[in-house]
């Protein structure tokens, strides 16, 4: 079993940073898939970022998020730069020691419960 805990999460304003922690408890993880969802109201979770032995983004947010983690702390980082309006969601992180394809939620075993971020103008 594993035990997921978002962080970091807040209300900002356009343009401004963020930085969300995900960590995990109950093994070690540094060898499995770490991803960062997010779920707007009213829409369907959708993939933003992962980290295996490289990184993997969605269009959206390539050039402005980067995802890293800490083997040592068994967390992972998903840094928010540049944050725009459509950012706004719950973002979740999620794990799995084996995946196909990053942006099916069906492929992840452990799901924290999700840090809330708002973007307002």
């Known amino acids: 079993q594993v035990q997921l805990v978002e962080s970091g999460g807040g209300q900002v304003q356009a343009g401004d940073s963020l930085r969300l922690s995900c960590a995990a408890y109950?093994?070690?993880?540094?060898?499995?898939?770490m991803v960062w969802f997010r779920q707007a109201p009213g829409k369907e979770r959708e993939f933003v970022a992962g980290?295996?032995?490289?990184?993997y983004y969605t269009d959206s947010v390539k050039g402005r998020f980067s995802v890293s983690r800490d083997n040592a702390k068994n967390t992972v980082y998903l840094q928010m730069n540049s944050l725009k309006l459509d950012d706004t969601g719950v973002y979740y992180c999620a794990t799995s020691p084996s995946v196909r394809f990053w942006h099916a939620p069906r492929e992840y075993d452990y799901w924290g419960r999700g840090t809330q971020v708002t973007v307002s103008s």
């Open positions: 980290i295996h032995y490289s990184t």
């Open positions: 109950g093994r070690t993880v540094n060898d499995d898939y």
